[in-house]
């Protein structure tokens, strides 16, 4: 159902740089870019994550209570994910682990703050 989710960014390159390796990791890469925005996926046809200089040249800023989840299919696969954006600057917002009866994830901000979760259902 979801179709593309895009992230603010103030650090394009650096932003770019870390979704090329973190996404890297999930087979994911870039499917569209042009000067000021970037979208990764499977394929052209998945969901997509970008991220984009905002258009009205104002700083990104990062949204209270907005957070990307991206869904994996084992708990192992859960902490690689986390472990790899900590690994890339990324900054914890919970470690990996259950958050209640047959749900796994785990939380951290990307490095303009924006929040992500990586999860599965177990």
Do not use: Q
């Amino acid at each position: 159902m979801i179709g593309y989710v895009t992230l603010g960014t103030n650090k394009y390159e650096e932003a770019a740089a870390f979704y090329d390796a973190l996404l890297g990791d999930l087979g994911a890469s870039r499917i569209m870019e042009a000067d000021n925005f970037i979208a990764w996926g499977v394929d052209p046809k998945s969901a997509a994550l970008s991220i984009i200089k905002p258009e009205d040249g104002n700083a990104a800023t990062v949204g209270n209570g907005v957070m990307v989840a991206i869904a994996m299919d084992s708990t192992d696969k859960v902490d690689a994910f986390h472990a790899k954006a900590m690994e890339l600057g990324g900054t914890d917002e919970g470690a990996p682990g259950p958050r209640g009866e047959g749900f796994y994830a785990a939380y951290f901000r990307d490095l303009d703050g924006n929040k992500l979760n990586a999860f599965c259902l177990t």
